[in-house]
Protein backbone atom coordinates (compact mmCIF):
# COMPACT_ATOMS: atom_id res chain seq x y z
CA UNK A 1 0.00 0.00 0.00
CA UNK A 2 2.71 2.20 0.75
CA UNK A 3 4.53 2.11 -2.25
CA UNK A 4 0.98 2.65 -4.52
CA UNK A 5 0.99 5.90 -2.42
CA UNK A 6 4.44 6.41 -3.53
CA UNK A 7 4.12 5.73 -7.34
CA UNK A 8 1.15 8.12 -7.41
CA UNK A 9 2.90 10.67 -5.58
CA UNK A 10 6.19 10.48 -8.39
CA UNK A 11 3.56 10.74 -11.20
CA UNK A 12 2.08 14.05 -9.72
CA UNK A 13 5.22 15.39 -9.51
CA UNK A 14 5.88 14.09 -13.41
CA UNK A 15 3.42 15.36 -14.78
CA UNK A 16 4.09 18.80 -12.71
CA UNK A 17 7.28 19.04 -14.06
CA UNK A 18 6.35 18.49 -17.45
CA UNK A 19 3.63 21.09 -17.76
CA UNK A 20 5.96 23.76 -16.59
CA UNK A 21 8.25 22.57 -18.71
CA UNK A 22 5.77 22.65 -21.52
CA UNK A 23 4.35 25.99 -20.34
CA UNK A 24 8.22 27.34 -20.42
CA UNK A 25 8.92 26.47 -24.38
CA UNK A 26 10.79 23.25 -23.48
CA UNK A 27 14.04 24.62 -22.56
CA UNK A 28 16.65 22.30 -22.86
CA UNK A 29 18.10 22.40 -18.93
CA UNK A 30 14.28 23.46 -17.11
CA UNK A 31 16.66 23.24 -13.80
CA UNK A 32 18.58 26.54 -14.80
CA UNK A 33 15.93 28.33 -15.69
CA UNK A 34 13.73 27.47 -13.12
CA UNK A 35 15.72 27.72 -10.02
CA UNK A 36 19.20 29.08 -10.76
CA UNK A 37 19.86 32.74 -11.49
CA UNK A 38 21.82 33.79 -14.24
CA UNK A 39 25.56 34.19 -13.84
CA UNK A 40 25.52 37.99 -14.20
CA UNK A 41 22.81 38.26 -11.96
CA UNK A 42 25.12 36.79 -9.29
CA UNK A 43 28.06 37.86 -10.31
CA UNK A 44 29.67 41.50 -10.58
CA UNK A 45 31.00 41.42 -14.25
CA UNK A 46 33.39 44.63 -13.36
CA UNK A 47 35.31 41.91 -10.89
CA UNK A 48 38.03 41.25 -13.11
CA UNK A 49 41.53 40.03 -12.55
CA UNK A 50 42.86 43.48 -10.88
CA UNK A 51 40.48 42.86 -8.38
CA UNK A 52 41.25 39.47 -7.44
CA UNK A 53 44.74 40.09 -7.37
CA UNK A 54 44.18 43.33 -5.35
CA UNK A 55 42.21 41.15 -2.93
CA UNK A 56 44.45 38.27 -2.47
CA UNK A 57 47.26 40.68 -1.48
CA UNK A 58 44.66 41.88 1.08
CA UNK A 59 44.32 38.52 2.71
CA UNK A 60 47.84 37.94 2.47
CA UNK A 61 48.30 40.96 4.40
CA UNK A 62 46.09 40.40 6.53
CA UNK A 63 47.37 37.00 7.33
CA UNK A 64 51.20 38.26 7.91
CA UNK A 65 50.21 41.26 9.59
CA UNK A 66 48.62 39.60 12.39
CA UNK A 67 51.80 38.57 13.14
CA UNK A 68 53.35 41.76 13.98
CA UNK A 69 52.93 44.22 16.77
CA UNK A 70 50.15 46.26 14.88
CA UNK A 71 52.60 49.45 13.78
CA UNK A 72 51.73 50.37 10.09
CA UNK A 73 54.68 52.15 8.90
CA UNK A 74 56.70 48.74 9.88
CA UNK A 75 54.58 46.35 8.60
CA UNK A 76 54.52 47.51 5.31
CA UNK A 77 58.46 47.39 4.93
CA UNK A 78 58.14 43.86 6.27
CA UNK A 79 55.62 42.89 3.59
CA UNK A 80 57.53 44.56 1.24
CA UNK A 81 60.70 42.49 2.64
CA UNK A 82 58.82 39.23 2.81
CA UNK A 83 57.65 39.57 -1.00
CA UNK A 84 61.11 40.69 -2.31
CA UNK A 85 62.88 37.94 -0.52
CA UNK A 86 60.83 35.10 -2.15
CA UNK A 87 60.52 36.39 -5.23
CA UNK A 88 64.62 37.05 -5.57
CA UNK A 89 64.94 33.36 -4.00
CA UNK A 90 62.97 32.01 -7.35
CA UNK A 91 64.78 34.15 -9.99
CA UNK A 92 67.79 35.13 -8.35
CA UNK A 93 69.09 35.59 -11.93
CA UNK A 94 66.48 38.53 -12.78
CA UNK A 95 67.97 41.98 -12.38
CA UNK A 96 64.69 43.55 -11.31
CA UNK A 97 63.76 40.92 -8.56
CA UNK A 98 67.73 41.44 -6.82
CA UNK A 99 67.26 45.34 -7.06
CA UNK A 100 63.73 44.78 -5.17
CA UNK A 101 65.45 42.84 -2.49
CA UNK A 102 68.06 45.24 -2.23
CA UNK A 103 66.12 48.01 -1.77
CA UNK A 104 64.10 45.93 0.86
CA UNK A 105 66.92 44.86 2.50
CA UNK A 106 67.77 48.54 2.80
CA UNK A 107 64.51 50.17 3.93
CA UNK A 108 64.46 47.02 6.66
CA UNK A 109 67.78 47.92 8.03
CA UNK A 110 67.50 51.92 8.20
CA UNK A 111 63.98 51.19 9.80
CA UNK A 112 66.11 49.04 12.62
CA UNK A 113 68.95 52.04 12.94
CA UNK A 114 66.11 54.76 13.13
CA UNK A 115 64.84 52.94 16.10
CA UNK A 116 67.88 52.13 18.07
CA UNK A 117 69.01 55.86 17.66
CA UNK A 118 71.96 56.06 19.49
CA UNK A 119 75.65 56.95 18.76
CA UNK A 120 77.60 53.60 17.33
CA UNK A 121 81.26 54.24 16.83
CA UNK A 122 82.65 51.36 14.39
CA UNK A 123 79.39 49.69 15.10
CA UNK A 124 79.25 49.22 18.35
CA UNK A 125 76.43 49.04 20.82
CA UNK A 126 78.41 50.04 24.12
CA UNK A 127 76.74 53.64 24.48
CA UNK A 128 73.11 52.61 23.35
CA UNK A 129 71.80 51.58 26.77
CA UNK A 130 69.84 48.05 27.87
CA UNK A 131 66.31 49.73 26.76
CA UNK A 132 66.82 50.88 23.38
CA UNK A 133 68.85 47.25 22.64
CA UNK A 134 66.00 45.23 23.98
CA UNK A 135 63.10 47.71 22.16
CA UNK A 136 64.76 47.07 18.92
CA UNK A 137 65.29 44.08 19.34
CA UNK A 138 61.59 43.38 20.27
CA UNK A 139 60.73 45.69 17.43
CA UNK A 140 62.31 43.48 15.24
CA UNK A 141 61.43 39.94 16.73
CA UNK A 142 57.71 39.64 16.09
CA UNK A 143 56.64 36.56 14.27
CA UNK A 144 56.71 38.42 10.94
CA UNK A 145 59.89 39.68 11.19
CA UNK A 146 61.14 36.09 12.27
CA UNK A 147 59.47 34.91 8.57
CA UNK A 148 61.13 38.49 6.98
CA UNK A 149 64.56 36.91 8.20
CA UNK A 150 64.21 33.59 6.95
CA UNK A 151 63.13 34.87 3.80
CA UNK A 152 66.22 37.03 3.61
CA UNK A 153 68.01 34.00 4.72
CA UNK A 154 66.80 31.88 2.02
CA UNK A 155 67.46 34.81 -0.78
CA UNK A 156 70.99 34.97 -0.03
CA UNK A 157 71.60 31.62 -0.22
CA UNK A 158 71.23 31.96 -3.90
CA UNK A 159 74.72 33.93 -3.64
CA UNK A 160 73.96 36.56 -7.02
CA UNK A 161 74.09 39.45 -4.03
CA UNK A 162 77.51 41.14 -2.43
CA UNK A 163 77.79 42.85 0.14
CA UNK A 164 79.33 45.89 -2.02
CA UNK A 165 75.62 46.04 -3.91
CA UNK A 166 74.02 47.64 -0.70
CA UNK A 167 74.61 51.51 0.29
CA UNK A 168 77.59 51.83 2.65
CA UNK A 169 75.68 52.96 5.69
CA UNK A 170 73.61 49.74 6.00
CA UNK A 171 76.40 47.36 4.89
CA UNK A 172 77.56 45.95 8.73
CA UNK A 173 73.83 46.34 10.12
CA UNK A 174 71.89 44.15 7.63
CA UNK A 175 73.73 41.57 8.02
CA UNK A 176 72.01 40.68 11.29
CA UNK A 177 69.18 40.00 8.97
CA UNK A 178 70.39 38.29 5.69
CA UNK A 179 72.10 35.10 7.40
CA UNK A 180 74.95 33.68 6.44
CA UNK A 181 74.74 34.66 2.68
CA UNK A 182 76.11 37.59 2.61
CA UNK A 183 78.87 37.78 5.13
CA UNK A 184 81.57 36.30 2.75
CA UNK A 185 81.76 39.13 0.31
CA UNK A 186 82.11 36.72 -2.74
CA UNK A 187 79.69 36.79 -5.61
CA UNK A 188 78.71 32.98 -6.72
CA UNK A 189 78.49 32.50 -10.74
CA UNK A 190 74.74 31.75 -10.13
CA UNK A 191 73.93 33.57 -12.84
CA UNK A 192 77.10 32.82 -15.18
CA UNK A 193 75.44 30.54 -17.95
CA UNK A 194 72.74 32.65 -18.29
CA UNK A 195 74.48 36.14 -18.35
CA UNK A 196 76.93 34.17 -21.16
CA UNK A 197 73.95 32.82 -22.97
CA UNK A 198 72.46 36.32 -23.05
CA UNK A 199 75.74 38.21 -23.91
CA UNK A 200 76.05 35.45 -27.10
CA UNK A 201 72.77 36.09 -27.65
CA UNK A 202 72.61 39.65 -28.60
CA UNK A 203 76.06 39.62 -30.66
Not at 72 to 98: H, I, V
Request: charged share 20%; glycine share 4%; aromatic share 12%.
Amino acid sequence: MNRFYLYVAMAFVTSFVGVSWAARGFPVNFWSVSFVQPLPALVDSTFGDEHAKQYERKMWEAQHTAQSDGNPALDKLRLDALQAANAYAMSPCDSTMKQNVIEALTAYTRAWQKKIDCPRPQNMLMFCGDAKIKAASDTFSTALDLRVHAAFEEAFQQHGIVQADFPEDVRFDMLQFSGSGLWINEQSPVCLPRERASANGSR
